[in-house]
């Protein structure tokens, strides 16, 4: 059975062929219409005149420039599968270079329909579902390296000094195909990592700073009775029943966050006495802590403060 569905004028098919020269060779192989998908189907009915009326002088019945020629499948899925073929078809025909300038070209609407039909029925390419392809997954080049390690550790690390160039490509070394990691440049991390750590980390606890105000080191300041406040050691001894007013300066020397504590101490006896006393603390003139205090019997007692110091002198 001889298909007539090309419009392509046969080749002399020899003296011995004893049928009339009617019989036509197709784009693809044919196949029955039942097996054929809807790629095939829109091939046939969209894309095939197409290839006939610009391509078949040059690259079917027997004619190959170039090397290519559409009728050299032996099935559909054959022709299908040649993505170089197709890809090929794409590139000229949307550059220009084919048809050849003196030959019919398709219009705009039929390039639009060829290359629409080459992305999704060779290559399956779904506008709703894109591949972005394959990643490279790829290390930092030293510029990067160096930046990183300044960010996250707070150490000017030399890479340029440390590790070999960054293979480049198209002229950039931030390529991840042609940034490579040999054996050496992997030493070279390890033996990078241990020195940023020894430096970055402290091998020793650190202990916070701390300074101690004792209480003989309060002095008056506008009201109280001087001749009543007694001093024992390092501690400042008041009375319950005078009222006194006392500091001691503080200097900040690094501005940050503080934590004040106020150690008092109440010395009493195992007499019952009535008379209490009300205390307050300051931090400069903003007062942070008042209470109020019985008769109690030997008690130290603590409290501590939060605050934000600024650089300089306080009371």
Not at 32 to 47: G, L
Not at 108 to 133: C, H, I, Y
Request: hydrophobic share 40%.
């Amino acid at each position: 059975m001889i298909s007539l569905r090309s419009m392509i004028a046969p080749r002399r098919l020899g003296a011995w062929l004893r049928l009339p020269a009617v019989a036509v060779l197709g784009m693809m192989a044919p196949v029955s219409r039942a097996a054929e998908t809807p790629a095939i189907n829109e091939y046939h009915k969209d894309i095939q005149p197409l290839l006939t009326r610009y391509c078949s002088d040059c690259h079917a019945a027997g004619a190959k420039k170039g090397g290519v020629s559409f009728d050299q499948f032996t099935s559909d899925g054959a022709a299908l599968a040649d993505h170089e073929l197709w890809l090929n078809v794409l590139k000229y025909v949307r550059a220009g270079l084919m048809p050849p300038a003196k030959k019919p070209r398709p219009n705009d609407e039929e390039k639009e329909r060829l290359g629409a039909w080459v992305k999704s029925a060779v290559f399956k390419t779904d506008p709703q579902n894109p591949d972005p392809g394959r990643v490279t997954v790829r290390r930092l080049n030293r510029v990067e390296y160096r930046n990183t390690i300044r960010d996250l550790m707070g150490i000017d690390f030399n890479t340029e000094a440390e590790f070999p160039p960054d293979d480049t490509g198209y002229g950039f070394d931030t390529i991840g195909d042609v940034l490579t990691l040999s054996p050496m440049l992997l030493e070279k991390y390890l033996l990078a990592a241990k020195a940023i750590v020894a430096e970055a980390v402290p091998t020793v606890s650190k202990s916070l700073p701390q300074s101690s105000i004792p209480g003989n080191r309060f002095r008056k300041d506008d009201t109280g009775d001087e001749k009543r406040k007694e001093r024992r050691a390092d501690v400042l001894i008041l009375p319950y029943d005078k009222e006194a007013l006392v500091s001691a300066p503080m200097e900040i020397a690094h501005p940050g966050h503080y934590r004040l504590t106020l150690e008092l101490g109440i010395h009493g006896t195992f007499d019952y006495d009535p008379r209490r006393c009300s205390v307050a603390f300051k931090l400069d003139d903003r007062q942070l802590w008042d209470n109020e205090f019985g008769w109690y019997d030997n008690k130290t007692l603590l409290f501590k403060f939060d605050e934000e110091l600024a650089l300089g002198h306080h009371r």
